[in-house]
């Protein structure tokens, strides 16, 4: 078959597999092509066995795969033959040098950049895609136009907005799609050929069309408002504990405000993920880089605060543990940093898990997704810490429940029978505040939920 127009994506991640199967799902004269270094992950994308867990993802691979959607290792030959290049390698907080844990890493950017100028011979459109910090485009488009064949490089930043766990819906039904390009010729030309891929299932009006600068920095800012929002409640959480208020009465009556709305004030251990964190931080090396010290304060603010929360629920543990938990059997339910995929990126639960660890607890492990990077994560930690998927036995002996992840699994728990195999008192602490806890009360355990009065038998 004859397809109309050739779409490659460097970077079968979190952000490249989904959104690329969507974009072949409803763009059947478009092939579209997967490309990444990892030999592994393309294996997995070409099997049943997807890289990464993502509700109805399967799916949609399924009915693309082979037909328009194909993952491949071959970089060069996928970038000659394409028209439009999607970038979606990753852009981690550098470890390194200077703006060591704040700035972004773009060694993998910068030499994708490279491979495009080596392996092009006619005019691409490169589209970003990864999460990248402001003006980041000025560089690619430098090094792209250095090229000695005088080839033309269209470069537009497209930001993904969509969430892990709901990623196969947020790209099928966006609230917005954001394409910013050059307010030039050509630069507007190469906008509408990307609006034109997403006017196959997104409304005209969903389409919105900026200058360069605003669609990369509007990612940083969406992503910076949403955690916000998170350290806001959590840092009134710690207020509720010490006032009798309840956290998720105050999320309720705050959220019904509708110039506040319900979503993204719910408390938690701490908001987890790849981007949150890394984008923040990303923001204030930036406002830093150009002497704005108190506007980067303001925002680093919103991770410290991350920070604290995830440090106040270790110390609530040990607390009400009798000041000890040395040998005593924890069992963290949940280690994804939210329900529903098994990305431990940034996880509230690998702090947690440490820092229990220096405390010498014993520690079990129980997610229905996330056992596999959860091991990884912990690798070389030391301390006795075991993996179990299955709930009803990593409890058995156990002290103390700490719930890490708001997995529906847990809400749905036979905690008569949870209670019965363990050590008494029993513990529960629920970091997402997911359990019925007047319930659990009931059964015989201590209940330690988030900003709210703890339910004890002492
Ligand atoms: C990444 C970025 O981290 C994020 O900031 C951005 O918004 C989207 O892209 P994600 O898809 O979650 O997010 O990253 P990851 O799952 O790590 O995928 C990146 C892929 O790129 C990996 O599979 C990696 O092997 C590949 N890669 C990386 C290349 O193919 N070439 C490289 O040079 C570097
Ligand atoms: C986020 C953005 O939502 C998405 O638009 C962007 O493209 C990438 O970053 P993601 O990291 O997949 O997506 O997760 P998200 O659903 O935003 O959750 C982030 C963290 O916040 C999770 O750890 C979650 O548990 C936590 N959270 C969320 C809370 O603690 N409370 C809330 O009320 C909502």
């Not at 991640?13 to 799902?25: D, K, Q, R």
């Not at 691979?61 to 996928?78: C, D, K, M, P, Y």
């Not at 924890?330 to 431990?344: E, M, Q, S, Y």
């Not at 809400?411 to 529960?428: G, N, T, Y």
């Amino acid at each position: 078959m004859k397809f109309s127009k050739n779409i490659l994506c460097i970077g079968a991640g979190y952000v490249g597999g989904p959104t690329m199967a969507i974009i072949a799902l409803k763009c059947p004269e478009y092939k579209v092509t997967v490309v990444d270094v990892n030999e592994e992950r393309i294996a997995r994308w070409n099997s049943d066995d997807l890289p990464i867990y993502e509700p109805g993802l399967l799916q949609a691979v399924r009915e693309a795969r082979g037909r328009n959607l194909f993952f491949s290792t071959a970089i060069a030959e996928g970038i000659r033959a394409a028209d439009i290049i999607f970038v979606s390698v990753n852009t981690p907080t550098k470890t390194f040098g200077l703006g060591a844990g704040m700035a972004s890493d773009l060694q993998y950017w910068e030499k994708t950049a490279h491979q495009i100028v080596s392996h092009s011979d006619r005019p691409k459109i490169i589209v970003e895609k990864s999460t990248l910090p402001v003006r980041t485009a000025e560089a690619m488009e430098r090094i792209l136009k250095e090229n000695k064949k005088n080839i033309r490089f269209d470069v537009v930043s497209n930001p993904e907005f969509l969430a892990e766990g709901s990623a196969v819906n947020d790209l099928l039904s966006p609230d917005r799609v954001l394409i910013g390009s050059q307010q030039t010729e050509s630069g507007a030309q190469a906008a509408q050929v990307i609006a034109d891929i997403y006017a196959h299932w997104v409304p005209a009006d969903k389409i919105i069309t900026t200058n360069l600068w605003s669609a990369e920095l509007s990612k940083l800012v969406a992503n910076a408002f949403l955690a916000q929002r998170i350290s806001s409640i959590n840092a009134i959480s710690a207020l509720c504990e010490k006032t009798d208020a309840d956290v998720s009465e105050i999320s309720f009556a705050v959220g019904s405000d509708t110039r506040i709305g319900s979503r993204f004030i719910s408390a938690s251990i701490g908001f987890g993920g790849s981007c949150f964190k890394k984008d923040i931080l990303n923001l204030v090396y930036i406002c830093r880089s150009y002497g704005l010290n108190e506007v980067a304060d303001y925002w680093e603010k919103v991770v410290q605060m991350n920070e604290y929360q995830q440090e106040r629920f270790v110390k609530k543990i040990i607390k009400e543990m009798f000041n000890t938990i040395v040998a005593k059997k924890i069992v963290l339910l949940g280690f994804a940093f939210k329900a529903n995929t098994g990305d431990t990126r940034e996880s509230p639960g690998i702090p947690v898990a440490k820092k229990l660890l220096a405390e010498r607890a014993s520690l079990v492990i129980c997610d229905p997704q996330a056992l596999e990077n959860a091991r990884r994560e912990l690798a070389g930690v030391d301390g006795d810490v075991r993996y179990e998927a299955d709930p009803y036995r990593a409890v058995i002996d156990a002290h103390a429940i700490a719930v890490i992840t708001e997995w529906d699994v847990f809400k749905e728990l036979d905690f008569e029978k949870v209670f019965s195999v363990m050590q008494k008192p029993a513990f529960v602490f629920d970091g997402r505040n997911i359990l019925d806890h007047q319930r659990l009360f009931q059964i015989g355990f201590n209940v330690f939920p988030l900003g709210k009065p703890s339910l004890t038998h002492f």
